[in-house]
């Protein structure tokens, strides 16, 4: 556990620290916020530094890759190629805890550093107002893996995230406690939508908006 640092900003969620939280990502540093699920650590997912910077911070695996939350389907598919599927969840569920992988669009501005191994990126428009008006404010794509440790406790309150990664970020926007639960994950790069994870959003939801299509 990382002890908590004078040096990180807590920061509310006025309109007015908002806008100091998103200035804070715009120099590449490290911001963890709320969402619908977890409390999530964002950086300018278009600046390798700043990637490189969080991978450090979480102690992440660095072939791990990352989901990047993006304001709504038009900005997604700036970054990702949207076939007929996943326009139907996306627009189902965004803004939303479903997060999918799809390929990743060629010549996009999202840093490499983001899934070093694959040519597919996982997108998610967050259905948190917070999360929401942070993005908007910063005006491009976030990463958000859960802001803690790798291997810890995903954190549900500001507390936890400083608690957990204490001086390795910059700022906290304490938005108050989160659900606690996960997104759910389907991958449509590879044929039939696979559900890799269940969820706040259930796999019969998943199916009922695919259908005459299955999940795999």
Do not use: H
């Amino acid at each position: 556990m990382t002890q908590p640092s004078q040096c990180v900003r807590r920061l509310s969620t006025t309109a007015g620290d908002i806008a100091i939280a998103a200035n804070i990502l715009r120099t590449g540093g490290l911001v963890a916020f709320p969402t619908e699920t977890v409390y999530g650590l964002g950086a300018d997912a278009r600046n390798d530094a700043a990637v490189q910077k969080l991978f450090a911070a979480k102690a992440r695996p660095p072939g791990k890759a990352l989901i990047v939350l993006v304001q709504d389907l038009r900005e997604a598919a700036l970054y990702g190629v949207f076939d007929k599927p996943a326009r139907l969840l996306a627009g189902a569920y965004w803004p939303g805890a479903l997060t999918l992988i799809v390929k990743r669009r060629e010549g996009c501005a999202l840093s490499a550093e983001i899934n070093p191994d694959g040519a597919t990126v996982a997108l998610r428009a967050p259905g948190n107002e917070t999360a929401m008006t942070l993005l908007r404010a910063f005006a491009g794509p976030l990463t958000a893996p859960s802001a803690n440790p790798s291997g810890a406790e995903a954190p549900e309150s500001a507390e936890e995230v400083l608690n957990g990664l204490g001086s390795a970020i910059d700022a906290v926007l304490d938005g108050g406690s989160c659900p606690g639960s996960a997104s759910t994950i389907v991958d449509l790069t590879s044929g039939a939508p696979r559900l890799l994870r269940q969820g706040a959003i259930s796999r019969q939801r998943i199916e009922e908006t695919l259908r005459p299509l299955r999940l795999g």
